[in-house]
């Protein structure tokens, strides 16, 4: 049972810390015509990935560690089904949305201390992301959340996050000092986010044309320089636009794109919330691929479904879903924790009871 803890808190760790070694992970949220748009940019040297298709009406509880005194494990039951973005297992997500319009998703954060143990139940910093879109359908909700439950503390690093709902709501959550700090509505004049706190990042954006400063726009992959670029061609958008908002998107997305083969850009996704269809392309099949949700059937006693993110194909990739296996699960876990070189000697015997873990849940 240690093993399996240390496996858990170096899992945590490592998507912590992604994007501060090699990512230049970013998002942004914007609306056209009353219909808001979400862009993320996932940077990593792994590129393998499921999309997989969560149920409702799930009972589950957080993956536990008894080594630590974190206090009690938060313990809910899905109201929503989701589809999310997994690389180290399922249950872990790196982000998603679910059929009520919830969008989550993460970028890593230096500055980012979660909250010592206190009488809320506590959950990982990925399981946060699932628990909220098991949960929630709105912005206000997953900032409320943060009276019910809280994330593992660890000792430095960490992540924070841009929520987004259906009806244009978006909010900056941030962990900071312990304390959840959010940014919303009119302390959200910019709604992107990259790898510096958001007040730094608006500090830095003011110095620049435009925006109140002289400084021309940057153009290279540091945190804030990205922040600033997305910020300017989020200011340049017509919201009245008949222009393709997916397209547009998508232009962001490669403006601020690292090339790099190694550690670059491997997951461009976009979320068109109010139609509940998710676009995406990957570093191998640059082609856009597309989902709809509405196409699923989220019921508990159906199946789940999954896809290979880089499955060779274009358009509307809804039919090439296949049911989840364990195996399937086993084999990205194996091949995530093998190539990452701090997680690389994780005993197979580990990997598979965390390739197990999803079915300790069950329908209610």
């Known amino acids: 049972m240690k093993r399996f803890s240390l496996l858990f808190v170096l899992c945590a760790l490592f998507v912590c810390f992604a994007c501060q070694t090699g990512q230049a992970c970013t998002s942004f949220s914007f609306d056209q015509n009353g219909r808001p748009i979400f862009g993320k940019n996932y940077d990593w040297h792994l590129e393998r990935g499921l999309v997989i ?27 929503y089904g989701s589809l999310t973005f997994n690389q180290y297992g399922r249950e872990l997500p790196s982000g998603g949305i679910n059929e009520a319009g919830l969008v989550v998703e993460q970028m890593s954060l230096r500055a980012t201390r979660y909250p010592a143990p206190d009488s809320r139940p506590t959950l990982g910093v990925l399981q946060w992301i699932q628990y909220q879109l ?18 593992h503390p660890d000792e430095g690093g960490g992540i924070h996050f841009l929520v987004a709902d259906k009806e244009g709501a978006c909010a900056v959550i941030e962990f900071l000092n312990g304390t959840m700090v959010c940014h919303t509505q009119k302390t959200l004049p910019a709604k992107a986010l990259t790898n510096s706190t958001y007040t ?20 290279n992959s540091q945190s804030m320089d990205r922040f ?12 009245k636009s008949e222009s393709s908002p997916i397209d ?16 670059g850009t ?18 191998t099949n640059d082609r856009i691929r597309h989902v709809d949700l509405q196409s699923f059937d989220f019921a508990c006693q159906a199946p789940v479904k999954v896809l290979d993110i880089n499955v060779d194909e274009s358009g509307n990739v809804t039919r090439l879903f296949q049911k989840y296996t364990q195996q399937m699960n086993l084999d ?6 093998q190539e990452t070189y701090f997680l690389r000697d994780i005993p197979d015997d580990v990997l598979e009871e965390l390739s197990r873990y999803p079915e300790s849940a069950r329908c209610d």
Not at 332 to 337: D, E, G, K
């Open 228 to 239: 600033v670029r997305v910020a300017d061609m989020l200011k340049n958008h017509d919201p």
């Open 266 to 283: 491997k997951w461009s996704i976009v979320y068109d919330i109010k139609n509940l269809r998710v676009y995406f392309r990957t570093f």
């Open 332 to 337: 990205l876990i194996r091949h995530s924790f």
């Open 53 to 79: 298709i969560n149920k409702r009406g799930v009972s589950k509880t957080a993956l536990e560690d008894r080594t630590k005194d974190f206090g009690p494990f938060a313990r809910w039951t899905s109201k």
């Open 200 to 219: 730094q990042s608006m500090a830095y954006l003011k110095w620049h044309k435009g925006f109140g400063g002289d400084k021309s726009i940057p153009y």
């Open 248 to 263: 547009y998107a998508f232009d962001i997305l490669e403006n601020v794109a690292n090339p790099s083969a190694s550690w």
């Open 134 to 151: 098991d949960v929630h359908s709105a912005v206000d909700q997953v900032i409320a959340s943060d009276a019910q439950v809280r994330i």
